[in-house]
């Protein structure tokens, strides 16, 4: 419990401050919270899963905050090609593979032994979805972008 409440702390501060975090990341956090939310919520009336506790949801926004900010920080560094291909592919196992990797760790640090969430693949699900956040352009895109922002 007391690493969530100090990894939660962390992740808002990160997200504040952070010149690479605006407005739009977050709201995509907050949207994938709410989705698993939702999930573990019918899964408890329905399957009967564990009720998600208050700790639980809080684990939830850690879990996919991380995730996200890994995949923004993944796509500052090899932003997401124009064209699809075999380098989307590469670069999608490449974010995968390793952020399956680091939410296990999350996943012990967090719920210890007897997880009842699957931490671990919500975490490399965040960081999929976060690594789309910059697109590489094109000289002509930059061009374009650099005319716009001369005539305003």
């Known amino acids: 419990m007391n690493w969530t409440i100090v990894l939660a702390g962390l ?3 990160l997200y504040l401050f ?12 907050i949207g994938i919270t709410l989705f698993l939310e939702i999930f573990y919520l019918t899964g408890y ?9 208050p ?13 996200v900010a890994l995949g923004v920080f993944f796509s500052r560094f090899w932003p997401l090609p124009l064209e699809k291909g075999f380098e989307r592919i590469f670069r999608t ?3 995968a593979i390793p952020s399956l990797g680091f939410g296990m760790g999350l996943q012990v640090i967090l719920q210890g032994a007897h997880a009842t969430q699957a931490i671990y693949l ?3 699900l965040a960081a999929w979805l976060g690594s789309g956040r910059f697109v590489r ?9 650099k005319r716009l922002e001369g005539t305003a």
């Open 11 to 13: 992740v808002v501060i």
């Open 55 to 67: 700790i639980v949801l809080v684990q939830l926004f850690v879990v996919s905050g991380m995730g």
């Open 93 to 95: 196992f490449l974010i």
């Open 137 to 145: 352009e094109t000289k002509a895109d930059l061009a374009h972008k």
């Open 45 to 53: 009336y329905l399957m009967e899963w564990p009720f998600p506790t």
């Open 122 to 124: 919500i975490f490399a």
């Open 18 to 29: 952070h010149p690479w975090m605006n407005m739009k990341t977050f709201q995509k956090v």
